[in-house]
């Protein structure tokens, strides 16, 4: 399984370690992803995710997984998320349909 958040497309970077004689080596910088349940509030029904913590935090400032899938493009989100986000706008444009 690949070290990417499956909401931004947060993956791994490359720097180095640099010791005190000022040696340069080449190191990664893996992004912390956590195994999360997310609630969509249109769908009514919890998702689990692969996620980093920033883009945890990013999403609940955002108002919540249903905002943030809609604002975020499809690039950057893994096949599982544009899956939801294809099932939520599907629902807003029942949602739309009935209500006018």
Do not use: Y
Request: charged share 30%; with cysteine; net charge positive.
């Amino acid at each position: 399984m690949s070290r990417i958040c499956e909401l931004t497309g947060k993956g791994r970077q490359v720097g180095h370690n640099v010791s005190h004689a000022n040696n340069k080596t080449k190191r990664v910088f893996l992004p912390n992803l956590q195994n999360v349940t997310l609630m969509s509030e249109k769908l009514e029904k919890s998702f689990k995710f692969r996620v980093s913590t920033h883009g945890l935090r990013s999403v609940e400032h955002n108002g919540g997984l249903d905002n943030w899938l809609l604002k975020t493009r499809n690039e950057k989100l893994s096949t599982r998320a544009q899956k939801v986000k294809r099932e939520l706008k599907k629902a807003l444009n029942e949602a739309d349909t009935q209500a006018a």
